[in-house]
């Protein structure tokens, strides 16, 4: 398989801490891959480094094989990565279809820009129902899914997620990752940090465990969920 | 009641020349949360340009109806590229500073700008006369041809603003960056381009601004942008800086309230104090609205922020 991302001994630094440290990572095409650990273990740091968020201290990030430190943050998108970020980000007093076109802004002179929001609002009734109405009178997790939309609104290659299920009902984060399993199922290759374990490694294929700033653990998700410091740590002790 | 709505038309007129010079700041203000206080300035520049290049056109034998015309896209064309040049040289530098820097800077700016215009058109007062001598009377209402221009291409402007906010790309890309740069350029949105349109959007606005201020007064100065910048700033204020509509009530309200008070004053205070002392309401405005409305007539959640 090819590699779509290559991370190589990232380092990022905030406000003097190294909240990453020496990371390795790759990500390889049409794979799915959870980046898990606890609070400010450095996943969103990592992910947002990818996005351009964060600029690394040291380290290389290849994207496709190309450096991504050439690439600005907003050319990032044109080139297929996609960062749908923690807390959501949807443009609150944009209306919800503004929200959609704005995922497609790298191709907005595109004609399949309209079938694609077609193809996103049959995946959402509820979004297509409140098109016209601001993206900020939609519930938390609908906002979750409008993000989601938006993000496919770009046609990433690489869709890079941050904590997808915070702060949702259970019944949406079922809901959500639903979504989410669409997705990777349509051939989008996934980076998924969560701190939600369980939900992360039952739906990726490799996992990577980070712990202050250090990859601790990798190798296939589901022996990961088998394994005891993961169990112990993550998924809530003696449940197997 | 003459005077009454006489000192309207005047009122509105003045108010729409505010409202377009308020939504510079309030488009700056609501993309950056900076406030530009070189804006009056580009007023001035706008207006000095206008001025100048009419009177060559002239001296050359092109007809009023089209050396003024032709002027104004002249005055429009350099404000727009000293906005552009201001935003990149001396605002983008200071993306990440601390809020204080980029205020002290606008006001520097401010300052270099009026001393540049000042070598260049001299400190006196430049004269500039449109040869309409008709005026309408309504009622005992006087207005004028230029009056009516002034409201009409005001009206015209604040309108195609509205519709480029709200209904282009670049409009919402305005937006979107107002609401939240950093997903806006997660999106692909390139920030700083965005930023470059909204100072340039501004100029433009501003330089049409100066062609009224000297077709209605008939006179302009290098200082001329000092005042009005400020009251076009306490409009923006008083609708509520950050909301585009806001900062179109917020302008015509406050040359009415100008006018108005001009207009009683002598009479209210037994001609203590004449209508030279018509300044003093637009700050008598600004103070109450930050003592007891700071966040304007439609800031806060209901403006349209920029």
Redesign the interface.
Known sequence: MTILLDIAGLSVCYGGIKAVAEVDLVVHEGERVALIGANGAGKSSTLKAV???MVPSSGQLLYDGTPLERL????R??AGL??V?EGR?V????SIE?NL???A??R?RDAGVLSDMERIYGLFERLKERRLQPAGTLSGGEQQLLALG?ALM?RPRLLLLDEPSMGLAPLMVEKVFDVIRAIAGSGVTLLLVEQNARLALELCDRAYVMESGKVVLTGKADECLRDARVQEAYLGGDQS | MATFFQQLVNGLTLGSIYALVALGYTMVYGIMELINFAHGDMVMVGALVTLSLTHVLAGLGVPLALALPLSLLGAMAVCMALGWLIERVAYRPLRRAPRLAPLITAIGLSMVIEQVAALLWGRGYLTFSLPVSRVWNLGGVVVTPIQTGVLGLSLLLMWGLLWLVRKT?LG??M??TA??P??????????DQVISMTFVLGSALAAVAGLMVVAYYGIGNYTMGFMLGLKAFTAAVLGGIGSLAGAMWGGLLLGVVEALGAGYIGDVTGGLFGSNYKDVFAFLVLIGVLIFHPQGLLGGRAG??V
């Open positions: 996005a351009g968020l600005a943050v907003w050319q998108v044109g996609c960062l970020p980000g443009f609150p007093r944009l503004e076109l704005m995922g802004w790298h907005r938006r770009s | 790309s919402r890309a937006r979107a609401q939240n950093e997903v806006a350029r997660l999106m692909g949105v390139d920030t349209e922020k």
